[in-house]
């Protein structure tokens, strides 16, 4: 399937008979009103809205079943909706459709406390999910900036501050309950840790964005919440020494569990949003877990890799309120990047490089950005060797977009030749196809193979992967 | 594709084309004698030798991408080897064809110790690569009983002990290289930790078993190793108290790097073949990873636990020597087994559940045995839940045999029943075929749908995976 040309779309005709079965079917469940259309065809990219024909919410994995079913006979393209929190595109209409809103599908369906997993809704959102989890000593772990539904995160192949530590999505499902294109229901996996049977559908579902069926249940693992957590904030002269710091850091085997570069102009957006008071120069964010003696000894053997380039004073704490404001000022970002300049859009794109390349990758990409008078502050979960630039701009002013847009695809296309991806944790959606080829080569051609095979008319989430 | 069916198997007379032109073009890198097809066509199973028609010894992607194009368009099948110590039944050639031998691709390509990766041919085997990475101060984890090569271990999704603490080769491989079916050569990804650009097709040829496409390279994650490394024998009553301890470890968040179960028969079997005096009872053989105050706490908390359950004395030690004698002993358990009965076959078969049914699924497998009058150490990485039983028969003693097929059979129903799967490391090669419907139910399906893109011929390793 090539970008943009969907196969078997039905006709006009046989798509409205379709909308009509659905309307019947969901009553007050289906919704063509134009708000709701376009709340669904929109996320926090700046690609423009394309509104579905429709949103249906479903409740079970029975009324997927009927929406995929109903929708496919008719040619009508459905997609997966969680939150609508996707930075690159994911839930817009191109080709019209039903927008297919999983929120309802919320429950913590089961948590096997002695295994150390549970089994969840694709609606719930992380921090309803860990909400819900309060009682049991256990956590899980990922979080994208965002509340997002964590289907929408499996979907999307969504890592977080903590993967570091915990990895991302791909490392934390064991196994997923998915509606084919052709309305068959599946399990990918068991509740076991490990298997050697069979292909692992599990992961090729994680990261499909919808495009070869519609996630309906999770099993993931879950954490013991640390006896001890520690934490603080170590500022540096530049970007790139704190990227030294953060290089030794994890060479030398420290397990931390979160370590995120601030460059100076996303403190100074986080100060002023989150009411803090750091020193505006480029800053780490750091968080150890583990036994009372381990995070000490975590946290003195990270302040002598920092003071070696240069880094300090680093301070740590252990106090429970502190950590919290300074993460939580961390996962506001996106918001306080928008408070920096009120009235602009903030365009949130991310790549990810070997980590020995970072360094090298930040400071070109620094540059480029005061070369080409771009605004954009810089966070990054740079333990990964992932990074985001935060690009603001005038939604009015289209040369600032034109250097905006020639910024992003002259990030992607550097970490790329630098040996890394055009994205480490947003996905693909629509804006990024662009690269796939670069990135993939004939890889491509195999993704397409299996596009085909598992939803030969195109009706899962079109005009999105494989391109 | 049915199980036993092959499409389009090439014609006597093209087959034999094609293999007089591959002798043609690999001259003394290609054979038909006897006893060469006879190694490849058997492994460390109890299946029935299958010899290939020719095996080929392949020093280059190009030489692959060569037999691959010769045979498939001759119907010709093709099997990748590695060393031939597949525990069922992988590498037979049931549809004969040719034994793609990847032994002498067994270079390590390239170390970066900055990324704490590397790239390495799929013949080089795992001790090979950490003896050449030892002035690095790296290792890789993954250790599977044999000394098996990389590229076979990722195409059986193999773990070992370390995998509690390390992951699996599904967690450790970062991209590969394949020779598709089609003889075009891909990669499935780069050297980034993460990344969300497209469908995730390095774990979609971890665990293919060779049914999608022949790994021609990989590109492994590498660890640090440890500062300090402790580790121990901890004697139990019973194999129920062992497990019992073995899960409130994991739940209590120790970071075990290798907790293995031995039962007292397979204690023995260790005193006798590797010349320890363990005492002869069920025992854990644990190791601790970290700096020096952090494995002296966690051996400290895991004594703790094991003695709530009557477990101990437990003595543990950091001396190298002492470690590598037991742990040599545990990688050696297969030829210990071997000993215990001259003139027997083992049958090492594994099975994997969710830790809170390790305790009974271990306790009903033992009362199993001993009604059906099995004879089956029992050695496992029991922190995954996962456990093999190493049966061992005369092979002269059909009703034996018989007996010890059922006894297997019924080890796997009980561990999908309990939820758990047929394999956690050893693969499905042909043995475990027959158990995938119940495990996979109409996932399965999807596997045949991705085999049947991939492989429309069915030239690649037919007659295994996906059935």
């Not at 256990?138 to 997002?148: E, M, V, Y």
């Not at 990135?439 to 993704?447: D, K, S, T």
């Given at each position: 399937m090539e970008s943009g040309s969907v196969r078997s779309i039905g006709s006009a005709d046989r798509r409205e008979a379709a909308l009509g079965e659905l309307a019947g079917r969901f009553g007050a469940r289906f919704s063509r009103a134009q708000a709701l259309r376009e709340q669904h065809g929109h996320t926090m990219s700046r690609q423009a809205n394309q509104p579905p024909d429709a949103v249906v919410f479903a409740e079970s994995t029975e009324d997927v079943v009927a929406v995929v079913r109903t929708s496919a006979a008719a040619g009508l393209p459905v997609i997966p909706f969680g939150t609508g929190t996707s930075l690159e595109g994911h839930v817009n209409a191109p080709f019209g459709g039903v927008s297919l809103d999983l929120s309802r599908m919320d429950r913590l369906v089961a948590v096997h406390a002695d295994d150390l997993d549970c089994v969840v809704g694709p609606g719930i959102t992380r921090k309803a999910l860990n909400l819900q989890l309060r009682d049991t000593g256990?956590?899980?772990?990922?979080?994208?900036?965002?509340?997002?539904?964590?289907g929408g995160m499996a979907a999307t192949r969504a890592s977080g501050t903590n993967a570091v530590r915990y990895g991302t999505m791909k490392d934390n499902v064991l196994a997923l309950e998915v509606v084919l294109a052709s309305g068959e229901v599946i399990r990918t996996g068991s509740r076991a840790r490990k298997s050697s049977t069979g292909y692992d559908l599990t992961r090729l579902f994680v990261g499909a964005e919808g495009t070869l069926g519609v996630i309906t249940e999770l099993t993931l693992k879950l954490y013991g919440i640390p006896e001890e957590i520690a934490g603080g904030v170590c500022p540096f002269a530049s970007v790139e020494d704190a990227c030294r710091a953060v290089i030794l850091t994890i060479q030398s085997g420290i397990p931390v569990a979160r370590i995120e570069l601030l460059d100076a102009l996303q403190v100074k957006a986080v100060n002023a949003y989150s009411k803090l008071d750091l020193a505006e120069t480029p800053t780490l964010f750091v968080e150890f877990?583990?036994?009372k003696a381990g995070v000490a000894e975590q946290a003195e053997n990270f302040g002598a890799i920092a003071a070696e380039f240069g880094g300090g004073p680093f301070a740590w704490a252990t106090k429970p309120e502190e950590r919290s404001r300074l993460w939580q000022a961390r996962h506001d970002v996106y918001w306080a990047t928008l408070a920096l300049r009120p009235g602009a859009r903030v365009s949130a794109t991310d790549v990810c490089v070997p980590i020995s390349a970072l360094a090298a990758c930040v400071g070109e990409t620094v540059r480029d950005m005061v070369s080409a008078k771009i605004v954009a502050p810089l966070v990054g979960?740079?333990?990964?060797?992932?990074?985001?630039?935060?690009?603001?701009?005038?939604?009015?002013?289209?040369?600032?977009?034109?250097?905006?847009?020639?910024?992003?695809?002259?990030?992607?296309?550097?970490?790329?030749?630098?040996?890394?991806?055009?994205?480490?944790?947003?996905?693909?959606?629509?804006?990024?196809?662009k690269y796939l080829e670069a990135?993939?080569?004939?890889?491509?051609?195999?993704?397409r193979q299996i596009k085909r095979a598992l939803d030969p008319d195109g009706i899962m989430n079109p005009g999105k992967l494989p391109g």
């Open positions: 256990l956590f899980f772990p990922i979080d994208p900036g965002a509340d997002a539904s964590l877990h583990g036994s979960h740079v333990g990964d060797g992932n990074f985001h630039m935060q690009v603001l701009t005038d939604p009015g002013d289209r040369d600032e977009n034109a250097r905006a847009d020639a910024f992003i695809e002259r990030l992607a296309r550097r970490a790329i030749a630098m040996g890394g991806t055009a994205s480490g944790e947003h996905g693909v959606g629509q804006a990024k196809l990135e993939h080569g004939a890889a491509l051609g195999v993704m």
